[in-house]
Structure formats: C-alpha cells, structure tokens
C-alpha cells in the first residue's frame, strides 16, 4: 500500500510517529519474506516479536498499542535494535489493513484476542495469538471457526509445544515405558498470583485509550491495578492463575493423549485466602478435576507459595503404572515403581535431563507455516481445549454450581443453566460479538 493510502485509510490520529517503509531484507526474494504487524507491545507481544524477528526473512512493519508510552518506548527499541521503523498505530483495525502485512502478532490482555484474531483472519493475514486463547468459551469457538473458515495459519501461543524439554517427555511417554497414564497432576504456585495491591481509582494516564483497551468489556473507572500486567486477576480481562500459567501446563496433559477437545466435566474449587490487601477478582487457591474418559487431569494452585510438589512450584507429573514422569520447563526426570516380586524398579529411572525451552522455537514454527501453509504445533484446536478447560473450573467455582458436566457438542453445560450464562461474554457496544 502506498503511504497516501495508507495514511488516508487509517486516519491522521493513528500514525503518530515519522515513520519510513521499512527495508526489506536485501538479496532475498519477496516471497521468502515475511512481513509481521504486533497488536499489544508492552511486555509478551514485544518479546515475541523479537523472537519472530530472529528468523531469515521476517520483517516487523508495524507495531499498534493503545498506549502511546508503550508504543513509542518499543518503536524506539526496535529502531535502536538496528531495525526499520515500523509504521504505528493505536487502532488494530488500522493495522489491519496495511495490505503489505502478512501475519499478525497478538499481545493484548486475554479479552482482546477474540476480536483481532476473527479480522485478521477475515482480512487475509495469519496469527500468532497469545495464551490462552481467549477470556470466553464462545470466543475460543468462534477463533476456531474463522481460522477455518478462512483457512489462515494461526498459531496459539503455547510455546511448551515448541520445547526440547517437553517434546522429549512426550517421546518418553509415547515410547510406552510408563504404562497407562491414569492421572496428571499439575500445579502452579506462584507470588504473581496473589494480584496487585489494593489501590484508589485515578485519572487515565495522558495517552491511554483507556476506551479502546476496555474495548468489548464494561465500562469503569481506571485503576493501575487493573492495567499492564496485572489486568490478569480481573474477570473481564483475565482468569487468574489457572488461565496464564495454567492453560501452559494443563496442555501437556492433553499432549500426552492426543486429547484436543474439552473435558467432559469439572470439578472445581476456589477461594480468595489473601485478599485485605490485594486487589484482585480470580482466586488465589483453587483445584479443579479435568474428566475426559479412562483419564483425569488434576490442577491446583496456592498463589503466594513458592514451593510445591517434588520440590518444584510448579510442574506436571504424569502418574502410569510403572512410574510418575516429573516435568517443569527446565527439565524432566523419571520416578519408577517398586516391583515387590522382582525386587527391582518396573521400568529403569531416568535422572533430571534438561532441554531448551521453547520461546525461539514456536515463533520459528509458526513462520514456517506461514511460508508453507503448513498446521503449526499449537492450532486453535489445541489452544481451544485447553483454554475452555481453564474457563470451565473459573465457571464452576464463579456460579457456584462446583461440579459441570460439558456438552461439547450443544456447547452447554448440561447441568446449569446459571454456568451457561457465563459461556459468552456480552459485549459492550459498539463491538459486537463476531459472527463467522
Ligand atoms: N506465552 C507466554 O509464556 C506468555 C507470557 C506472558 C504473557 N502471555 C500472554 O500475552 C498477553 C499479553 O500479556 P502481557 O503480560 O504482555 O500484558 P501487558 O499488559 O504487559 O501488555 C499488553 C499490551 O496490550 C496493550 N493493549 C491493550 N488493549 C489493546 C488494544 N485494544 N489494542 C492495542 N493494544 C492494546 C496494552 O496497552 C499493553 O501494552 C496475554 O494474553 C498473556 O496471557 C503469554
């Protein structure tokens, strides 16, 4: 697109920065490039772009935030990394229609992944959108519709995927060695969970949009605590440990089955132990029980501890026949059973082994992809699942109703109409709740 056009599509408020057509890479053709637009750069989106950017051939041509601070310190970062000046924007839909961009980076808070995702798709242009995949059930579904519908590359943001440490585990398991894997168990504690102090209400910070970062949640006033970052322990944006770290680590327990749908039913718990002088919606200790048939997946989380089983504050530990298979994203290691008649461990333990983690690896994938229409490790089936698990116990703990049988195919829980209610968010106008 030619700057006039460019300039005139999205309006004089939005390019509020000079800005030049950025350099393409010399000496390769056009069609071994790949030019990538980030929406949210303060913290995830801008790291993964720098990630993305270490591949031959991806280009970064435009950065949106609604955080003029924010979008002016990550131009500059760029710039001062030895990078083109991309073109800025604080409306994503602006973004979206610079015709010379491929794919889109998506690193808003959770309740701006739905809406971008569809447009992006809608427009042509592939997506790597952060974890979990959205902050609504309805909205996972209607993702998972428009990137099938336009037949897009979209990659969810669960880099474990990507990960030498767990693509080893999973060959491990797959080798067949620890037997049925009858129950995971994975927890997550973590300080970061108990949420930002309590603070007073103030003015909007000069160049937020505090608007557009609301977008589709309700209108109220501006509080720090509810912005960067910690946005994340607040229902309308977020859902709490369970839906940051934990759709990361429940997803290995999905991998190790192939399992890319819903649990069948929830059973869940939470409360707030920690809350005089934290500010904070999402609970800050919870368990919930995942049910899929033959297998259960087991979540628990105590914000505010650092440590927790097998020494070890946060992991998976996949339980088979002949030995519990301990994981974290640094390393995995092997318990076996006791054979009482042999006198001998069932299957031979295997000691801590490391590997690289997965955050060069999974921008990497999704690259490929883009180049060879190719399905990246984590498509929007996996990120659905695991992120409608992390919804369902949120659900069951918020209506009360504790235990929620799912039906996957009516797209209910058949148990409650109350839990129901929360399965689509209602959204604030103008935006509207995408229709694919
Ligand atoms: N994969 C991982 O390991 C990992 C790690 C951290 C965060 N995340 C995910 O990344 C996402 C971002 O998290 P974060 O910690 O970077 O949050 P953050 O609050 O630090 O950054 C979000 C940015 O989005 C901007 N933003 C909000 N609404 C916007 C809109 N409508 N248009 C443009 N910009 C908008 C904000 O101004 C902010 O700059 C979340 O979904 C989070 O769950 C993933």
Known sequence: MKRAALLASVGAADIQFPFILPNRHKGLPPSDQVNLGLIGCNNRGFHVLLNHLKVEGVNCVALCDCDAKVLKKRSRDLVMAGYAQPVLYEDFRHLLEQKDIDAVIIGTPDHWHCLPTVFACELGKDVYVEKPMA????????????????????QVGQQQRSSEVWNQVMQYLASGKLGQIQKTNVWGNFNYGLGPKRQSDSQVPEGVNYDLFLGPASKRPFNDARYHGSWRFFWDYGGGLVTDWGVHLLDMALWAKNIQIPASSVLAAGTQIESAERM??????????????????????????????????????????NGTLVADRSKWEVLPEWDEQKKATKI???????????????????????????????????????????????????????????????????NSRMASKLIKPNYRKPWIFPKV
């Open 135 to 154: 902050n609504s059930i309805e909205e996972c579904n209607v993702m998972v519709k428009a990137a099938r519908k336009y037949a897009r590359v979209v």
């Open 280 to 321: 904070r919606e999402t609970f800050d200790t919870m368990t919930a029980t995942f049910n899929y048939p033959g297998y259960m997946v087991h979540w628990e989380n105590n914000a505010g501890k650092q440590i927790g089983p097998f020494g070890r504050h946060y992991g998976v530990a996949f339980v088979g026949e």
């Open 348 to 414: 031979a333990p295997v000691p801590a082994t490391q590997g690289a983690n997965g955050h060069v690896k999974h921008p990497e994938n999704f690259i490929h992809c883009v180049k060879s229409r190719e399905e990246p490790v984590c498509p929007v089936e996996v990120g659905r699942a695991v992120a409608i698990n992390a919804h369902m116990a949120n659900i069951a703990v918020r209506s009360g109703q504790g235990f929620l049988i799912w039906d996957d195919q009516k797209n209910r829980f058949s």
